[in-house]
């Protein structure tokens, strides 16, 4: 498959948090800056819990595809075949232009200052479906815009990482498919494994399954995004060739074709990607999303966080994808 895509985008990054802290503050975008974190190493993998009381009514997709305002889709505030809301979401007075197959909204349920959904204009599109060009070339739009700062070394910047849950076995909590773009926490307070460089993580001790793809700097923008396409392509495929050597059936809505869905997540930086194949979205109360995968665990409350470090985090990780046999 060629790959054609090299426009930027047209993102205001200071306009933009301005506008999400004027959410915040209206209650319309629901983040507690004042979380607490709790960082702890298990196994030799760093975690970050951050508990967001605020996140306790936050809705979660069931095994079968329901969701809980499934039924209130067809409301002005929702596109047709949505289950995600708009109304207060929208991205006013900043410049968020990003192409002509997606809308940046802001998210509802934050986990950082700030906080962005990537979603498609068709409603009906959705979670379960890998990305296509178009979506992986919106993500890498975004992060290029967001990004500038940061690689500038500019004083203050926000480094921003980007993510996919594909499936209900990825942790996702709606069905209208949609892309995160979030802050990465300080590289002082708590680091992502995946920047040290080498493919195999420069850890041998991470127990479950991925697949890593480190972007060449030295390479042009359009290349570099062209490469790391290649490489998501590749990636998907040997996820699911090894969910398929376990016999695994994926969760997924009445009607839909279990033999296209490949679940897994994606988490995509400036500097690499990452590609997670996923069995199942929780176990015993305790779900991952993406973030999970990178140490970075969002719950409302303690208890949460009990049922994580009950079950052993580094294991449950392994039992919610594959073993790293390597």
């Avoid at 993102?11 to 702890?40: C, K, M, P, T, W």
């Amino acid at each position: 498959m060629s790959y054609t895509k090299s426009s930027s985008l047209n993102i205001d990054e200071r306009a933009l948090l301005g506008e999400f802290n004027q959410r915040v503050e209206e209650g319309v975008v629901i983040y507690d800056s004042d979380h607490r974190v709790i960082r702890q190493v298990y196994q030799g993998f760093p975690f970050e819990f951050r508990i967001f009381a605020g996140h306790a009514s936050k809705p979660e997709v069931s095994s079968s595809g329901d969701t809980s305002l499934a039924s209130s889709a067809e409301t002005p505030e929702y596109l047709p075949g949505s289950d995600i809301s708009l109304t207060g979401f929208e991205i006013r007075n900043s410049s968020s232009d990003v192409g002509p197959a997606h809308y940046m909204i802001f998210n509802k349920f934050c986990a950082a200052r700030p906080h962005y959904l990537l979603l498609t204009q068709d409603g009906h599109r959705r979670q379960h479906e890998s990305l296509n060009m178009d979506d992986f070339h919106t993500l890498w739009g975004a992060l290029a815009e967001l990004n500038k700062n940061w690689e500038a070394k500019k004083p203050g910047a926000r480094r921003y990482l980007g993510m996919f849950n594909c499936g209900i076995d990825s942790g996702c909590s709606r069905l209208h498919k949609h892309m995160q773009v979030l802050a990465v926490p300080e590289e002082s307070e708590f680091r992502l494994w995946p920047d040290s460089g080498s493919n195999d993580g420069g850890q041998e001790h991470i127990p479950f399954k991925y697949y890593k793809h480190n972007i060449d700097e030295q390479l042009d923008e359009s290349s570099r995004e062209r490469a790391a396409w290649t490489k998501y392509l590749a990636f998907t495929s040997a996820a699911h060739q090894a969910l398929a050597d376990i016999g695994h059936v994926p969760h997924a809505p009445d009607g839909v074709d279990l033999a296209t869905i490949v679940p897994h997540n994606v988490i995509l930086t400036r500097e690499w990607l990452l590609v997670i194949p996923r069995t199942k979205a929780g176990m015993n109360g305790a779900d991952a999303n993406a973030a999970g995968y990178l140490g970075m665990v969002w719950v409302s409350d303690e208890e949460r966080v009990k049922r994580w470090t009950d079950q052993g985090p580094t294991k449950l990780l392994t039992s919610l994808g594959l073993p790293n046999n390597n």
